[in-house]
């Protein structure tokens, strides 16, 4: 264990704007990843890390470990699925969790057959995490990906069931006949007109996982509904609209048209008080859609990510701000986790439209999820949330705070709060108590306002 | 830490100049891999009840390791946790050295008390109670280690205190601090937690934890938080001897015949209306593996008993974790042979000894005396339905100390080892509350039914 003199900076301890962002550049050069298996954009090696693997498994071991905080998995279960799990190796990784699935869905069952419907919950909210993990190494193509994805699918639903507040699944309508598949859960058995989260994952969530660490269960134990959902291109979002190729679009305010249409026609909903959280590349589409979507009332990325395109090469080890070659299958490394999830093996690259393209094809297309010049069109209230462990994408989100000028705040989490991760994710009670404290306090003013 | 619109300044908690954020060496990943199952050094740990296992995290060697799992309780619960701060916390700590365990939790402790206040200030009641939860566990921690004549030990031990009051005082229905009338005037700690849902008696589990901690952390690990999701009461409790009743007053010390403490928490308990005297449950867990059955045994308006896990003998386990033989036979001179630079071992020294009541006996004498927490002979005096719950990486002696007396039990009666695979292996489940309370609370729903019908 080092670190420890440099660990004594308190989470007080607070400066300027300016300052922070100066040093927070110095601190995301001197964020070391533990070998070069990891990225040192957006998933730092940092001290508030479990340091359980080398690489990408070492973030998503801690995404799944993190779910704790709302009952998603338990600290024995993640260690010893771990223990099984061979570095670097997505068939090992995947196996080792649906041996855990499999089991602790089958202790939800029993729990359900016995009539003990709350150990029944909350094996089955373990269940549906650790099927999620089965399929998320997995290409949207194969059979095996669908299946598991269906699994935690399933286990989430059984879950909800079992839910003591009103948990909906809904199907929210979309372009020509399509849909968007979500989860509307109510802030209490009423229909009063309530403040309401919209909550949308990024390049790799799903809508269920949004549960958990996307704000949805901390949303109703504050009184807020939330609706939890999916745009296209995401896993979900596609699987539900067989055949219709469904892929990530960066004009996200037509989605979000549809969805904010959905959810306004709701007697339980507040139009004034209503929230768009975008998480990962959610930080990207959501502050896209505030620009558009003027029945947004706030705003809050995690983190604020203005160019997908400058963060996926950094996030592949390579120049962000430089022309990149065409062939850029010789510069990436494939040996790494990392690089075959990002890039090399091609999942995200299909959802995105170009499954039969080069990599630079795809980069090609990432360079059009980019808010540069949306600054002065966002008006409602927005949050910026990052953490020192997203590095450079937590600076380059800090640009463009700083350009906004709508009422704004902001909060890049330091690792010496212990909450230093992407998305929050080491730290999911953190985030929501940032989050959600300063929701209350726009709500409270825009309530006072229309008093 | 309050942001609202408008405000300009940067509520970031950015580093002092010159300092190097979250540094992880390469090697130290490396170096925890090496650690896993099966290689601790600490002679305690080696030995039994706190082996290394898959399940556990392996971030130390010594029985820090599973102090981490245990805080990772501050949440794991679905009550808010917080994995970063534990491995942040994790990483200002040199294994087995308990002064820089103490400093590095007791500065996350102070941090996230402090958070929980500034909650509170702006009216979010919500994050300020799941923040004050954490913190408490923070500071429970922080002071593990610490023997009770540290004063920092009972000055953490009340912060420890102080949050979780002021938690349970944001529960609806709120947490009632209870002060249970006990012997000589004297009283007892304890919390009840009223079970969700309609008004009306309901069936009720009274929770104790064993020889290291406190009734506030039951809310997580003990099942206090998973009791009232079910529409069970959950009351929290110590009795004589145990961490917090000791440092509330010192003469209160550890006694034997436990069914006299359970006496006066029966009675506080059932004088309430809102519980079923027909659905009583006392759930026991490590040292209250003798507690608790030696309680049912004599305490017969308990109506269900369970043991986490099952210590038919005080004497060996105390030996066991001291570092004897417990077949050898023992001179009186044992203090030559102790081996003090152990840190569990000075722990039961300064800790379990002292708060038996046998701080200045010889070790020999405290053993002794030891030979009085006995459920031999019991057997047949149990009568509620007991549950036994043990974990694999507890050890072979434990486990088959409580299973030979799990075998002679006559009364209705249920065992759940909790296997390596199962992923609940380590003492008291630490690792896997979830699992722990679906086993004991899917029973307890069962022999509850059939006590209705």
């Excluded at chain 1, 099927?131 to 994805?149: I, L, N």
């Excluded at chain 1, 919209?198 to 009184?223: C, I």
């Excluded at chain 2, 036979?329 to 003090?340: F, I, K, Q, R």
């Excluded at chain 2, 000894?353 to 030979?371: E, L, P, T, W």
Aim: aromatic content about 10%.
């Amino acid at each position: 264990m080092n670190a420890v003199t440099d660990m004594k900076t308190t989470a007080s301890d607070t400066t300027s704007a300016n300052d922070g962002k100066s040093q927070l550049t110095g601190a995301a050069k001197s964020v070391p990843v533990s070998t070069d298996k990891g990225s040192k954009v957006t998933f730092g090696a940092t001290a508030g890390m479990p340091g359980r693997f080398k690489g990408n498994f070492d973030f998503q071991f801690l995404r799944t470990m993190g779910c704790t905080t709302y009952g998603g998995a338990a600290l024995g279960e993640c260690y010893e699925t771990a223990s099984r799990i061979e570095d670097e190796k997505e068939d090992s990784y995947s196996e080792a969790w649906r041996v855990t699935a499999e089991r602790v869905e089958a202790i939800a069952r029993k729990s359900l057959a016995g009539g003990h419907l709350v150990s029944a919950r909350e094996a089955f909210l373990r269940a549906s995490s650790y099927w999620r993990e089965v399929a998320f190494f997995q290409m949207q193509t194969d059979p095996k990906c669908r299946s598991s994805w269906e699994r935690q699918r399933d286990c989430f639903m059984q879950a909800g069931k079992l839910m003591d507040l009103p948990f909906e699944v809904v199907s929210i309508p979309y372009e020509d006949g399509k849909s968007l598949p979500g989860y509307f859960l109510k802030a209490d058995a009423t229909n009063k007109p309530r403040p309401t989260l919209m909550s949308v994952g990024g390049g790799d969530s799903l809508g269920e996982e949004l549960y958990f660490w996307g704000g949805g269960a901390a949303a109703v134990r504050r009184g807020y509904n939330a609706l939890l959902f999916e745009i296209p291109g995401q896993r979900g979002a596609m699987y539900s609209n067989p055949g219709a190729e469904l892929f990530y679009r960066p004009d996200t305010e037509v989605p979000l048209k549809y969805v904010c249409d959905w959810v306004l026609a709701r007697v339980d909903v507040d139009p004034k008080c209503l929230a768009l959280v975008g998480w990962s590349m959610g930080g990207n589409f959501a502050p896209r859609a505030a620009a558009f979507e003027k029945r947004i009332k706030a705003c809050i990325a995690s983190t604020s990510t203005p160019s997908m395109q400058k963060t996926m090469l950094e996030m592949l080890g390579l120049p962000g701000d430089k022309a990149y070659p065409r062939d850029l299958e010789s510069k990436i490394d494939p040996s790494s986790v990392n690089n075959r999830f990002l890039a090399a093996k091609g999942d995200i690259r299909y959802r995105m439209g170009v499954g039969g393209g080069t990599i630079a094809e795809y980069i090609d297309v990432l360079g059009k999820y980019d808010l540069w010049g949306l600054e002065d069109k966002i008006t409602c209230p927005y949050f910026n949330i990052g953490g020192q462990g997203e590095g450079q994408l937590a600076v380059d989100g800090q640009k463009f705070y700083d350009k906004l000028t709508c009422p704004k705040a902001q909060h890049i989490i330091a690792t010496t709060e212990g909450g230093e991760a992407h998305c929050g994710l080491n730290n999911e009670s953190l985030e929501h108590q940032i989050i959600f404290d300063w929701l209350e306090d726009v709500f409270t003013q825009e309530r006072r306002r229309s008093r | 830490m309050n942001a609202v619109i408008d405000a300009k300044a940067n509520p970031n908690a950015a580093p002092k100049s010159g300092s190097v954020q979250g540094a992880v060496a390469p090697p130290a990943a490396s170096a925890r891999s090496t650690t896993r199952a099966g290689t601790t050094t600490d002679a305690a740990t080696e030995r039994g009840v706190f082996n290394a296992s898959p399940g556990m995290p392996g971030l130390f060697r010594s029985h820090f390791d599973f102090m981490m799992a245990r805080n990772f309780c501050a949440g794991g619960y679905g009550e808010g946790g917080a994995a970063g701060e534990c491995f942040s916390t994790a990483h200002r700590i040199v294994d087995g050295d308990v002064e820089s365990w103490t400093a590095a939790w007791s500065d996350t402790a102070e941090r996230v008390e402090r958070l929980a206040e500034d909650c509170l200030r702006g009216g979010h009641v919500l994050s300020a109670r799941e923040a004050f939860l954490r913190a408490s566990m923070y500071w429970g921690s922080a002071f593990f280690y610490l023997a009770p004549t540290d004063p920092r030990q009972r000055e953490m031990y009340m912060r420890h205190r102080s949050c979780f009051t002021q938690a349970a005082q944001l529960f609806s229905p709120v947490i009632e601090p209870v002060s249970i009338p006990y012997e000589n005037g004297k009283t007892l700690p304890g919390y009840f937690m009223r079970a969700a849902g309609a008004a009306g008696p309901r069936p009720t589990v009274m929770i104790i934890t064993g020889g290291d901690g406190t009734c506030e952390e039951l809310y997580f690990w003990g099942g206090g938080a998973a009791a009232v999701r079910r529409g069970y009461n959950a009351f929290l409790w110590e009795g004589p001897g145990q961490v917090g009743a000791y440092a509330l007053d010192p003469e209160l010390t550890y006694r034997p015949d436990w069914e006299v403490p359970t006496r006066y928490a029966v009675d506080y308990v059932l004088s309430r209306d809102d519980v079923d005297p027909e659905r009583l449950a006392l759930s026991g867990h490590s040292m209250s593996g003798y507690f608790a059955p030696r309680a049912a045994a004599y305490e017969k308006r308990l109506s269900a008993v369970i043991a986490n896990s099952l210590i038919p003998e005080w004497k060996p386990a105390a030996m066991v974790l001291m570092g004897f033989d417990p077949g050898e036979p023992y001179g009186a001179d044992l203090e030559s042979s102790v081996n003090l630079s152990d840190m569990m071992i000075k722990w039961f020294a300064t800790q379990i000894k002292v708060r038996m009541g046998n701080g200045g006996d010889s070790i020999a004498a405290f053993f002794d005396k030891c030979g009085a927490y006995s459920l031999a002979g019991l057997e047949g005096k149990i009568t509620c339905p007991l549950l036994s719950i043990a974990g694999e990486a507890e050890g072979p002696l434990m486990l088959a100390m409580g299973h030979a007396f799990y075998e002679k039990l006559t009364c209705p009666k249920a065992e759940h080892v909790v296997s390596l695979a199962e992923a609940g292996e380590a003492h008291c489940t630490i690792n896997n509350p979830s699992l722990k309370h679906q086993i004991e609370f899917d029973w307890l729903d069962d022999v509850f039914k059939k006590n209705k019908t």
